[in-house]
């Protein structure tokens, strides 16, 4: 009697590991058009889980540790999204980067990629900023949020280099192992509870995202009538998380489960 999908055990992560390969040479040749539409969209889903934190984490009364937790929950949102209702993300598509190990793509495509897919994002991150400010929701108890989003962009804007890059590095170790995981699930269910503990993770212990933060910076700025955000170090962050996002990405999830599971294996895209 044949099992079906949706009661099959999960994926081993030595399939896995081949799923994420082959998916990376697709994503690869997918066609540019198609790229930034599910880019914008990333961009946007990820924005909308950045602001439904503000909004949480807003006034809360709860404790230092459980507000995060709370907002981690909520933040989580945005990959849920990318990933079932479908969108490139350039912080999980680093991934791709176990098809270029087995030489399954080579780097032009995966420059390709990740210049588009960022590109994309950062126009669905800023689209987001404009409509919410359009919208004026900071007004939201009684300008509470507009305050909290301002305060979460001037301490991302003061983080040291140092804090920045190793925030970002140790950020897309958890959103890739959360899309990873997302790999071994059968059923939707299985994928939203795969993205929650890494997601919810990194958002409490306060990990950096180059994506959200194309959101949290440039709507802080936006609302910041009293200029208290250096311009300079917003910007420094968005350069230092994302190269962190792409060694923690690259090096210590594909690059590592590369190594586990695909060295050697013979060169094969199917």
């Known amino acids: 009697m044949d099992t079906k999908p949706y009661l099959a055990d999960a994926y081993t992560p030595r399939e896995i590991a081949r799923l994420v390969q082959h998916l990376g040479v697709s994503k690869a040749q997918t066609d540019t058009i198609t790229l930034v539409v599910l880019a914008v969209l990333a961009g946007a889903f990820i924005s909308l889980g950045a602001f439904f934190y503000t909004v949480v984490v807003t006034g809360s009364s709860l404790g230092f540790g459980a507000t995060r937790l709370l907002g981690g929950l909520s933040f989580s949102l945005g990959l849920v999204l990318v990933i079932v209702a479908g969108a490139e993300l350039f912080t999980g598509n680093n991934l791709l980067a176990m098809a270029w190990a087995s030489r399954l793509i080579g780097t032009r495509d995966v420059m390709r990629n990740w210049v588009i897919v960022y590109i994309g994002n950062v126009i669905g991150c800023m689209g987001t900023v404009l409509f919410v400010v359009w919208a004026d929701v900071g007004t939201l108890g009684g300008g509470a949020v507009a305050e909290t989003a301002v305060q979460i962009a001037r ?8 804090q920045a890059f190793a925030r970002g590095v140790l950020c897309n170790v958890l959103v890739c192992l959360a899309v990873w995981l997302t790999m071994g699930g059968r ?20 990990f950096e995202h180059s994506i959200a933060n194309w959101f949290f910076l440039p709507f802080g700025l936006a609302i910041d009538m009293q200029a208290t955000i250096p311009v300079a170090g917003a910007a420094w962050n968005l350069l230092l998380v994302t190269a962190g996002n792409i060694v923690g990405g690259t090096l210590m ?3 590592v489960y590369w190594i586990a599971y695909l060295r050697g294996e013979p060169k094969q895209d199917g």
């Not at 994928?191 to 919810?200: E, H, M, Q, R, S």
């Open 187 to 206: 059923s939707v269910a299985d994928k939203i509870v795969a993205i929650l503990f890494p997601i919810t993770a990194f958002v409490t212990i306060g």
């Open 155 to 162: 301490s991302k804007a003061g983080l040291s280099i140092g």
């Open 253 to 255: 999830v594909a690059g």
